[in-house]
């Protein structure tokens, strides 16, 4: 069975730019990825995927930020990589 394709983005949240993925999973929802994120969520008809996607992130990122856990930025890894 062949992989589904993986659309890549990058959101704004809180003046940081955070990196995910996300993928359509039927039945109206999708599937949103990113650095300690696997979530499955309703995607209605009425707004796009990326749209969902980027909220999705963001209340992730929110929520760790609110208990003092760290998720690393683009930004972040890009100065690991270098």
């Known amino acids: 069975m062949p992989t589904p394709d993986l659309t890549a983005f990058v959101h704004e949240v809180d003046g940081r730019s955070f990196a995910g993925w996300f993928r359509h999973a039927g039945s109206g929802h999708i599937e949103v990825l990113g650095i300690g994120l ?5 995607c209605p008809a009425h707004v796009a995927p990326a749209n969902v ?4 992130l963001a209340r992730f990122v929110r929520g760790r930020q609110r208990k003092g856990l760290p998720i690393p930025s683009v930004e972040q890894i890009k100065a690991a990589m270098c």
């Open 38 to 42: 696997l979530q499955t969520v309703a």
């Open 53 to 56: 996607a980027r909220q999705t």
